[in-house]
């Protein structure tokens, strides 16, 4: 069983910032691919950015410029460093892992964390 915990949201003005964390824990062999999702009301569950397990990167045009994600394989856990935060980017903010735990390759999502953008 994998847990994944984030942690960092919260009400930040508009240009402000955030730093999201996510801790995996549990029977963890290896983690491949970890990512940053959000759901805002109303709306579908989306990607905001991912990483590789060798680093390669990937992001949302949203978040190109703005957001930062980055991974700590010794400690398992995921970041997401958000500038320049914008109204539209509020949301609860996912993060998921692709792991090898208990014989098979599985995601796990964590619990989700609120950001909140005011204009």
């Known amino acids: 069983q994998v847990q994944l915990v984030e942690s960092g949201g919260g009400l930040v003005q508009a240009g402000g910032s955030l730093r999201l964390s996510c801790a995996a824990s549990?029977?963890?062999?290896?983690?491949?691919?970890m990512g940053w999702y959000r759901q805002a009301p109303g709306k579908q569950r989306e990607v905001v950015a991912a990483?590789?397990?060798?680093?390669?990167?990937n992001y949302a045009d949203s978040a190109k410029g703005r957001f930062t994600i980055s991974r700590d394989n010794a400690k398992n856990k995921v970041y997401l460093q958000m500038n320049s935060l914008k109204s539209e980017d509020t949301a609860v903010y996912y993060c998921?892992?692709?792991?090898?735990?208990?014989?098979?390759?599985?995601?796990?999502w964590g619990q989700g964390t609120q950001v909140t953008v005011s204009s």
């Open positions: 998921k892992i692709n792991v090898w735990s208990d014989f098979k390759f599985y995601d796990a």
């Open positions: 549990g029977s963890i062999f290896s983690i491949n691919g």
């Open positions: 990483i590789g397990s060798r680093g390669s990167t």
